[in-house]
């Protein structure tokens, strides 16, 4: 009953910081750094969850979507760039950022990356060429990903991206599956 009291107390602290929306935000940056990586992951998955008002964290984000001394941190961090993503100007480049994740060697970390391109894949509609060649490169590469929701969340960005590229990029890998 302990374990149950102590998981449930640590769930309703977390829906009380996702409450305080942008006034927790500076607090769970700082948690998102720490030492401890289950502390680290815990702070970065509630920033998702407040989503575009967490948008101050997107740099403490963005790095440790890089950590290399975890893999939760790294996953949860992708996923979250995703939904706190939704609110900003700067989509496009988030899409380059995340893309590079595409090829983590964690399948848990290209999945959530390849669900948050889902997610703002369409900014890149407008984007210099390069920045969306750069992403429907890495989304046609994760295609063939050993799980299939990271190729299918994959072949949903490149349909919301929405330009001949990303169609063509689709279109190629449907052609070599005929065969399977």
Known sequence: ASKFDEADATVQAAYGLVEQGAAAVASLQELACSDEPVLRAR??????????????????????AQDDQAEDPRRRAVEAIGTVGCGVSNQAALCVSLAASLADSSPQVRRNAAYSLARLAPALRDAPVAQSQLVV??????????TE???GFSALALERIGTEGSFKAALAHLQTMRFD
């Open 137 to 146: 490169s890495a989304l046609a590469k994760t295609l063939t990903d050993s």
């Open 43 to 64: 702070a970065i998955d509630i920033l998702g969850d407040i989503g575009p008002q967490a948008a101050d964290a997107l740099p403490t984000l963005l790095k440790a």
């Open 149 to 151: 929701f990271g190729r």
